[in-house]
């Protein structure tokens, strides 16, 4: 197992567990303790963790952007109610763009039962997962640099190219959602061409897992004039949906 995907393996297990040990850990992956040791001040230093004597903790004040890989391995359960819900809203022919984030790799591949898509994204793992549709499908890339902690193209080139299409239904994920102030990423360059995509989209639908109402995070993608639809993996409190309505927002969930 190469170092970073050691560090990936024990990133997860902090998100699953919230502490992890270092002797456990050497024994899992077979190498000493000064090693995990170096891998746990790796991962405190990218802000991830807190180490503590014999281990480390989840640093759960932390915003930044979990690596892709590690991140759609959470709720994947969620995420794919979310994704049958979404398939069910798109249509064959229709233009849509998908964000760079878990859940839209998640609703791409149920996605994969419709016709004659064309597909704008930003994510290289949507692009490649999107491979074997190319003879039906017309699939295009934003362009713009690569950030490799979410395999996604930002940038002022991914915002030019985003700017030059209208579609049918722009599909973005978020971080966290909250009332008194909109839907949010941790990352202000993915929050900006989420944004973009909103904008150039005639149906905008906010794609989140449950887990994510009520939170917030560091930057602003929207406020909740900035799309019609919510969709989520299960019917939410009273209260939500009640807000939602009087936002004038829909809100789809599995029934």
Wanted: proline residues 2%; hydrophobic residues 40%.
């Amino acid at each position: 197992m190469l170092a970073i995907e050691r560090r990936n393996a024990i990133l997860e297990k902090l998100q699953a567990e919230k502490r992890v040990v270092v002797s456990e850990l050497s024994h899992i992956y077979d190498v000493s303790e000064e090693t995990i040791r170096r891998d746990l001040e790796k991962l405190e230093n990218d802000g991830f963790a807190i180490k503590s004597y014999g281990g480390a903790v989840i640093n759960e004040n932390s915003n930044l952007d979990f690596p892709l890989n590690v991140r759609k391995n959470w709720n994947v359960a969620e995420k794919q109610r979310v994704a049958d819900v979404v398939s069910g809203i798109v249509e064959d022919g229709e233009r849509i763009i998908l964000d760079a984030s878990s859940t839209a790799v998640a609703i791409v591949k149920q996605l994969k039962e419709k016709k004659n898509l064309t597909l704008i994204t930003n994510s290289v793992e949507i692009i490649v997962e999107t491979v074997d549709m190319l003879s039906d499908w017309t699939v295009l890339s934003t362009g713009g640099i690569l950030k490799g902690s979410g395999l996604a193209l930002v940038g002022p080139q991914t915002e030019r190219m985003l700017q030059s299409y209208r579609v049918d239904k722009a599909i973005i994920s978020a971080k966290a959602v909250w009332k008194d102030g909109g839907f949010f990423d941790s990352d202000e360059l993915h929050a900006t061409n989420k944004r973009t995509m909103l904008h150039a989209a005639k149906e905008r639908i906010l794609a989140v897992d449950s887990s994510k109402l009520g939170k917030t995070a560091f930057a602003k993608i929207g406020s909740f004039s900035d799309i019609d639809t919510v969709v989520t993996d299960k019917k939410p409190d009273d209260d939500w949906e009640e807000f939602f309505k009087k936002q004038g927002i829909t809100c789809r969930y599995p029934r």
